[in-house]
């Protein structure tokens, strides 16, 4: 990776009406601007007018002059504590402006540019409980995070919920992909709804896509997960809101997060433009995460790939039975290096496991043995010889169980990647277990795809071996439905 600092400074920003070291209680409001200026966060001060309940930390988005959002609430509930950020106030305020370019092996654009002025917000209570806020203002969306300090207080941080809202300026147009529950692989159709159209009872997976009229499209997700749990969002009883939902752990349910002082959440990122097509030429996912850790990416290659999962038994007029076997596979490279694909994925059934049929994908398989239907050897020196590279599918409890012995073993046969499946959760331990198994990854140069996977939050800036995944209703489903 290349990167050039262009400026790194802690200079007021232009649009920042109230800094000083440590705020009075008639402090104004605070303004963080997009380079542009077209895109503001305002923090209220600690002497703006107060909720019922007296002072508490909030926030609101302006695009281009307007309101996108309106004052919402911010602040964390940590078990045995009153919650952060109902009560405090703004004690001190630093700012930056960053301006730099990196490049990446894989994705829309070769080099991005990460340019953003911040600030950096301190906030106590009157027990002397500490909360921190980050904030980035860039020309494509806003994001914001918190910040928990060691403090004399508390050292265990046991997250039950966020207080964070994100309350539309009117009843926006959303489109919404509502689901049954935290644990999901993402695969169901969109809705259009009204915010108040939402029910209270219904969880929203992000991104969040809505049009607020004559102001603007802003998509709400999050961004750098990292020990922490995945967000949705649900109705809020505020007019046009909704709010942040953690997913629970599943050794403590009413615990979204466990942890110990310093805590740092993930990005809270609102993506704003004027057409929804500015959205998906952002970076700013990208750019909210740490650089890569990778020294040599030369071996990271985005390509098609044949897929025998896809083709199924489809292999007319060949002298073999198509199957999960070495003559099909072999066929299917043949395509692939014909149609100039880089690579061939070969799905469910190539390692041993004691599978009750050829559905059952949930069976843990040795990843260090092969059925005896597949000469592994034979089809990695058959592929090499058509320039074509291997991918292996696997269950991710396989994975879990034998990715140590697992990961050097496909490094030394020249395998690929590996796609990894049916996660279908984002709760705290899983969040890690991602982390995990993209870092011993590029330990033994292996390529990752996640299928049944959480949204992308920016992992692949700082393990560009991560190369994709999807949490979608794809085009597999018109093999088995008609939708």
């Not at 077209?38 to 695009?63: C, H, K, M, N």
């Not at 843990?364 to 590279?389: F, G, S, W």
Request: aromatic share 10%; charged share 25%.
């Amino acid at each position: 990776m290349i990167r050039q600092r262009i400026l790194l400074s802690f200079v007021p920003i232009f649009l920042f009406s109230a800094i000083c070291a440590a705020q009075g209680a008639d402090a104004g409001p605070i303004r963080v601007a997009s380079p542009n200026g077209q895109i503001v966060l305002i923090l209220p001060g600690a002497g703006a007018a107060s909720p019922p309940g007296g002072d508490s930390l909030r926030y609101a988005v302006e695009f281009h002059g307007k309101r996108l959002f309106d004052e919402s609430a911010l602040g964390l509930k940590i078990e045995g504590q009153p919650a952060l950020g109902p009560g405090m106030r703004i004690d001190s305020v630093k700012t930056g402006t960053v301006d730099e370019t990196y490049t990446i092996p894989v994705g829309k654009t070769s080099s991005v540019r990460d340019n953003y002025n911040s600030a950096h917000v301190h906030c106590d209570d009157a027990a002397g409980r500490r909360l921190w806020l980050d904030i980035r203002a860039y020309d494509d969306g806003l994001a914001f995070r918190y910040f928990v300090p060691e403090q004399p207080a508390f050292d265990k941080v046991d997250i039950e919920h966020e207080l964070t809202a994100f309350r539309y300026s009117k009843d926006a147009t959303l489109y919404p992909l509502i689901l049954d529950g935290f644990q999901s692989p993402y695969e169901d159709e969109y809705q259009m709804r009204e915010v108040s159209g939402l029910h209270r009872d219904w969880l929203v997976g992000l991104p969040l896509l809505a049009e607020v009229p004559a102001v603007g499209w802003v998509a709400i997700t999050e961004a750098d997960i990292d020990d922490y749990a995945g967000m949705y969002l649900r109705k809020d009883a505020a007019p046009f809101a909704v709010r942040a939902e953690l997913s629970p752990r599943l050794d403590k349910p009413g615990i979204a997060v466990e942890s110990e002082t310093p805590v740092t959440t993930p990005w809270r990122v609102l993506i704003v433009g004027d057409a929804p097509g500015r959205l998906i030429e952002s970076n700013i996912i990208l750019n909210l995460n740490p650089p890569t850790k990778l020294d040599d990416t030369s071996w990271i290659r985005a390509g098609k790939s044949a897929w025998d999962w896809w083709s199924g038994d489809q292999a007319t007029g060949v002298s073999f039975k198509p199957g999960m076997n070495t003559a099909t596979m072999k066929h299917y490279i043949d395509f692939a290096s014909a149609s100039g694909f880089t690579y061939m994925l070969i799905d469910a059934g190539w390692a041993l496991a004691n599978r009750t049929g050829p559905d059952d994908y949930a069976a843990v398989a040795d990843i260090t043995r092969v059925a005896p239907e597949i000469d592994m050897p034979e089809l990695l020196r058959y592929a090499k010889q058509k320039n074509v590279r291997i991918w292996l599918w696997s269950h991710w409890t396989s994975v879990d169980k034998y990715m140590d012995q697992a990961f050097p073993l496909f490094e030394k046969w020249g395998v690929a990647g590996v796609k990894i499946d049916f996660m279908d959760r984002d709760d705290q331990q899983m969040v890690e277990w991602y982390r995990h198994v993209v870092e011993l990854a590029a330990q033994h140069h292996l390529m990752i795809d996640f299928h049944g996977a959480f949204k992308p939050d920016g992992l692949r800036r700082t393990w560009p071996n991560l190369i994709t995944r999807e949490g979608v209703m794809g085009k597999e489903y018109l093999k088995w439905s008609a939708r």
